[in-house]
C-alpha cells in the first residue's frame, strides 16, 4: 500500500536561470510509532518533491510497538518475523542506490537507513528514522510475594505479590503487583507478568493457598465422671485442631492439655471435689483460631479430707467419698440437707453414690438444689455393737438444673 506524500520543497523551481548550482537535499523525517497490533505501513514525508531533484520517500513494514519501537512483523528472509522491511521509492531519477525492499533485522537497539539518487538537476539523499526492533518477550518472569505465608505454607490476610523480569533488548517498562485479599482457596493461581518497552510482554502465575475465614466451634459440653472429666466440641472442619486448657477453680495457673484434632478429650489427672473451667478453642490449617469457649466441669465425686477453699458444686448425682480406715468392718454415712437428716447408710466400700431419688425412713426424698452437709464414720464388728468411730464431715452444693 502506498500514498503520495505531501511535497517537501528545497531548492530552486524549474523555471529559474541556467546558472542553478547543483545542491545536496539530505533529511530525516521522524513519526512516532503508531499503537496498533497489527502490520502497518510506515509512510514519511517524501523529499525533493517539486524541486526538480528526483524524489525519494520510504515505507516500513511492520507491527509498531510502544515508544517508537516495532515487535517486528516483516517477512524475514531467514523465516520468522523479527524484521521490518523498509521500502523505498524513487521518482524522476537517472541513477539511485535505492534498493525497493531492505530487510532490517531484530533485535536492534536503533538503525538508520539512507540511499541517493541523481538526475540532470543533481543529486539528493534521504534517511530513514531511527528503527528500533524488538520482537522478544520478556525473559525470566516470576513472582514472589511481600512476606512469607502466616502459618504451615497459607495466608490468612491480605499480602503482596509482585513480578519481576528481563529484557534484553527494549528494557522492562512495568511489571504487576497487586494485593491478594481472597476468596479463600486451597489453589489459586494468580496471574500477573510484565510488559517490555516495545509492548511486548510475557505473563506467569502465582500458586497461592489463602484462608481468611475462622473456623466456628460449637456445642462444647463437659460430661463429669467418677475418674475424669470428657470435653467435646464440633469445629467448621474435621481438618481444625483443637486447642485446650484448664485451670481449677481458686487457681491463677492455666494448665495446657491438648493439641490435635477430633471432637473429644479425657482429662483424667483431675483431683476429686475440684471445679475446673475448660477452655476450647479450634484452628484451621491457615492459623484462624475460632472464638474460646469455656465450659465449667462439677465434681462428681467429693471427699473427705480435701481442702479446697470452696463448698464445691457438683455434677448430678455426686459420689460421697472418704478414706479407708485400718480394721473397719463398714461405714456409716449420713445426709444432712437444712439440718435435717434425709438419709443414713451403712456401705461395705469407701464409697456412697447419691439417687435422684430414695426413700429412707418411710418417706421419699429427692437430690434438690441446696447445700448438704454429710458425715462418715468407721464401723468396726458388728452393726449390732454400733462401735463408730468418726472420719469427718464435709458439704457440698447441688446447684439448679
Known amino acids: 500500500m502506498s500514498r503520495r506524500p505531501t511535497p517537501w520543497q528545497k531548492g ?4 529559474t536561470s541556467r546558472g542553478l548550482v547543483t545542491k545536496l537535499v539530505q533529511a530525516s523525517v521522524v513519526l512516532s510509532a503508531l499503537a496498533l ?10 523529499v525533493g518533491a517539486d524541486t526538480g531533484f528526483p524524489v525519494i520517500s520510504y515505507t516500513i513494514d511492520g507491527t509498531p510497538g510502544t515508544n517508537d519501537w516495532y515487535r517486528g512483523g516483516g517477512n524475514c528472509v531467514a523465516g520468522g518475523q523479527n524484521c521490518v522491511i523498509v521500502r523505498w521509492s524513487v521518482a524522476d531519477a537517472v541513477n539511485s542506490d535505492c534498493r525497493s525492499a531492505v530487510e532490517v533485522d531484530g533485535p536492534n537497539v536503533g538503525t538508520k537507513l539512507s540511499c541517493s539518487a541523481s538526475n540532470a538537476t543533481g543529486t539528493i539523499s534521504a534517511e530513514t528514522k531511527v528503527i528500533k526492533i524488538d520482537a522478544v518477550p520478556p525473559t525470566a518472569v516470576v513472582a514472589a510475594a511481600t512476606r512469607a505465608p502466616d502459618h504451615n505454607g497459607w495466608y ?23 494485593e491478594y485479599s481472597g476468596p479463600d482457596t486451597a489453589a489459586a493461581n494468580v496471574s500477573g507478568g510484565c510488559i517490555d518497552n516495545a509492548g511486548n510482554s510475557a505473563s506467569s502465575s502465582f500458586a497461592v493457598e489463602y484462608d481468611a475465614t475462622a473456623p ?4 462444647v459440653s463437659i460430661q463429669s465422671t467418677a475418674g475424669a ?4 466440641w464440633k469445629s467448621s472442619s474435621s481438618n481444625d485442631v483443637a486447642a485446650i486448657s484448664r485451670v481449677a477453680r481458686g487457681s491463677r495457673s492455666e494448665r495446657s492439655l491438648f493439641s490435635g484434632p477430633g471432637v473429644g478429650f479425657v482429662d483424667k489427672k483431675i483431683q476429686d471435689g475440684v471445679e475446673y473451667r475448660y477452655s476450647v478453642r479450634t484452628y ?10 469455656t465450659v465449667v466441669a462439677l465434681p462428681k465425686v467429693v471427699s473427705l ?16 467419698s472418704w478414706p479407708a480406715r485400718r480394721g473397719a468392718s463398714y ?16 456401705p461395705l466400700t469407701t464409697e456412697l453414690a447419691l439417687h435422684q431419688r430414695w426413700r429412707w425412713a418411710g418417706r421419699r426424698y429427692r437430690l434438690a438444689a441446696a447445700h448438704y452437709t454429710w458425715f462418715a464414720w468407721a464401723g468396726f464388728g458388728t452393726r449390732k455393737a454400733a462401735r463408730y468411730k468418726l472420719l469427718g464431715h464435709s458439704t457440698f452444693i447441688v446447684s439448679p438444673q
Open 284 to 293: 484451621d490449617q491457615a492459623g484462624n483460631a475460632s472464638q474460646a469457649r
Open 12 to 15: 530552486r523551481s524549474a523555471g
Open 37 to 46: 497490533a497489527t502490520l502497518v505501513t510506515f509512510v514519511p514525508t517524501a
Open 156 to 178: 490468612n490476610h491480605a499480602f503482596a505479590i509482585a513480578w519481576q523480569g528481563a529484557d534484553a533488548t527494549s528494557g522492562i517498562a512495568s511489571c504487576t503487583s497487586l
Open 229 to 232: 472429666n470428657i470435653v467435646h
Open 216 to 219: 466456628q466451634l460449637s456445642s
Open 305 to 320: 479430707g480435701k481442702k479446697i477453699g470452696y463448698t464445691p458444686r457438683t455434677a448430678g448425682t455426686p459420689i460421697l
Open 331 to 346: 461405714y456409716h454415712v449420713q445426709l444432712f440437707r437444712n439440718g435435717k437428716r434425709i438419709l443414713a447408710a451403712w
